[in-house]
């Protein structure tokens, strides 16, 4: 069974603070992406990587950046939090291209 | 246009009744597409994959129709565990991994 293992279910920070989420998973996964969901909205993609140490621009990638050093780890990251970004933060993975994509349990980030 | 659109509801059927969503895509070369649950704060889940003959899992029937670009569920003997949100999923509109989900349909059972 895929297991997509995000870090914490909850999150609160306070605008202008440095924020890491972290996401693993243990299927030797190609392909790892993160979302984020808010309501009417849909799940809007952020960023993705297919492959350790590269990256590509999502939908929405200003104010977030991302890291990938190890195939498994797939790391979100603000750099400066703003109370927009409060959010439901996923991250899923895929092997093919366009095979099932498997997600984590989720991260609700709120900013104050 | 929205590259997928759903009708976001709320549905609200009754217990064994017959309810069917739609989503529709704008992109002719889209590649594969798929139908994920949501239940509420969970995060989504692999309902089916749809295909083009069209498939069948248990009380779920997937459809595409690729000539008028849109997919279907149809959901038989609704059950009260099938209150969720369902998320139509559209692969390969452009660029490499490009995954576009639709911002789903509400679905309520009744008893």
């Known amino acids: 069974d895929v297991k997509v293992t995000q870090s914490s279910r909850y999150l609160v920070k306070r605008t202008g603070e440095k924020v890491f989420l972290e996401c693993v998973q243990d299927?030797?996964?190609?392909?790892m992406f993160w979302y984020r969901q808010d309501p009417g909205l849909g799940l809007r993609l952020i960023y993705f990587?297919?492959?350790?140490?590269?990256?590509e621009k999502g939908d929405i990638p200003e104010g977030y950046s991302v890291s990938r050093e190890k195939k498994e780890r797939f790391s979100l990251i603000l750099e400066s939090a703003s109370t927009n970004q409060t959010s439901m933060y996923l991250c899923?993975?895929?092997?093919?291209?366009?095979?099932?994509?498997?997600f984590g349990a989720g991260t609700r980030l709120s900013v104050l | 246009r929205k590259e997928v659109e759903q009708d976001p509801g709320p549905f609200n059927v009754p217990e064994g009744a017959t309810v069917a969503f739609n989503c529709t895509y704008s992109?002719?070369?889209?590649?594969?597409f798929f139908w994920y649950r949501q239940d509420c704060r969970k995060e989504p889940k692999l309902l089916m994959s749809?295909?083009?003959s069209g498939n069948e899992d248990g009380r779920f029937t997937a459809q595409l129709n690729r000539a008028s670009q849109y997919i279907s569920l149809l959901i038989r003997d609704s059950k009260l565990s099938d209150s969720a949100t369902y998320l139509c999923?559209?692969?390969?509109?452009?660029?490499?991994?490009?995954?576009?989900f639709g911002t789903g349909t509400k679905l309520q059972v009744i008893p």
């Open positions: 899923a993975s895929t092997q093919g291209a366009e095979d099932i994509q498997y």
């Open positions: 299927m030797d996964h190609e392909n």
């Open positions: 990587s297919y492959d350790v140490k590269m990256k």
């Open positions: 992109n002719s070369a889209s590649q594969s």
């Open positions: 749809v295909y083009s």
């Open positions: 999923v559209v692969n390969g509109l452009g660029g490499y991994q490009k995954v576009t």
